[in-house]
């Protein structure tokens, strides 16, 4: 088969109508794009190669024999990618439509700097809640607290060929896909998009889901925020031990009233001992996540079945 020079890879799970109107606005692209459909385990909407053809588009639709997550599913398609078609670009994208395919030329016009190998979709407007506004926010100071780095980006990013492979070769990239970008030490520019609206449906991601999705974020940067939980508990573990000591000098020299010293030593004393208990507990969160991953050779296990789309 002729190796196409831009391939979008996009996750479907329960939602063919929606993927159903984003193939044809891809078709109707220049150039048109050829398509790798994840289909993520669906089983009342499954999704087949007929959808692609229906709207005139070469491409492959992955059947996962299960689902497994947005996250990993696009990490199956890069996979596919990088084995498969190493000379293309690749654009990742949601497929309800709030990732528009009339601005990817925009994605691939900043991709054309010699000095980029990644260019991601920074929103210039949202359609949310309060509440996920608000969360929004707040986990962003969190992140950028317990990791050192900025995240203001989701799924929609367009990538050369060298950086398809280098992200298929991350584990990271199975735990969260804007995460292992920050990761992967690899050239990112950003495109101000305006978010679209949803094709077709609601939305399957509930806040328990959003909230599970940003804390996969700070896996990623286990040992990061390792350190810096570990540099935070020391500090509080050593104003525990002064405090302490303090209590007893004042008990000694007679300053403490009654009831006053044994109070306070044992605050100092939970306090002390729960720290302790925080860095343990990240230092083995650490070690589950670095031996959670999934080689590159691995991926095919996930794959059920693979159908070729062929345009008319």
């Known amino acids: ?13 329960e939602d063919v109508e929606a993927a159903g109107q984003l193939c044809c606005e891809l078709a109707r692209l220049n150039p048109v794009p050829f398509v790798v459909a994840v289909d993520d385990g669906s ?3 499954p999704v087949s190669a007929a959808l692609l053809e229906q709207a005139g588009l070469q ?3 992955l059947r996962l024999k299960r689902n497994v997550g947005h ?11 990088a ?3 190493p000379m293309a670009q690749v654009v990742v994208m949601d497929s309800d439509g709030e990732d528009k395919p009339s601005t990817i030329a925009e994605l691939l016009r900043v991709l054309d700097n ?10 210039k407007s949202r359609v949310e809640t309060f509440k996920f506004k608000a969360f929004y926010v707040v986990y962003k100071v969190i992140f950028q607290l317990l990791t050192g780095k900025r995240i203001s980006f989701g799924n929609f990013m367009a990538l050369k060929p060298a950086a398809v492979k280098r992200l298929a070769a991350m584990q990271e990239l199975w735990i969260h896909v804007a995460g292992s970008v920050l990761v992967s030490r690899l050239r990112l520019a950003t495109c101000p998009l305006d978010r679209g609206a949803r094709y077709a ?19 990623v940067f286990a040992e990061d925020v390792l350190v810096r939980v570990g540099i935070a508990c020391a500090v509080v573990a050593t104003g525990s031990i002064v405090g302490s000591c303090a209590a007893i000098v004042l008990k000694v020299i007679g300053f403490a009233t009654p009831g006053w010293f044994s109070v306070a030593l044992g605050i100092l004393l939970l306090v002390f001992l729960q720290t302790g208990v925080l860095a343990l507990m990240s230092l083995l969160l650490t070690g589950v996540v670095r031996g959670g991953g999934i080689s590159r050779d691995d991926y095919t296990t996930f794959i059920d079945e693979i159908s070729h789309a062929t345009a008319p």
């Open 59 to 61: 491409g492959i639709v």
């Open 71 to 81: 996250q990993r599913a696009i990490a199956i398609g890069l996979n596919y990618v």
């Open 201 to 219: 449906g609601q939305s399957k991601m509930n806040f328990v889901g959003l909230a599970l999705h940003g804390f996969k974020g700070l896996m």
């Open 43 to 45: 089983v009342s909407q």
């Open 83 to 85: 084995e498969h078609y």
């Open 114 to 123: 010699d000095n980029t190998d990644v260019v991601v979709a920074q929103r």
């Open 1 to 13: 088969m002729e190796q196409p020079a831009l391939i979008v890879v996009t996750p479907i799970f």
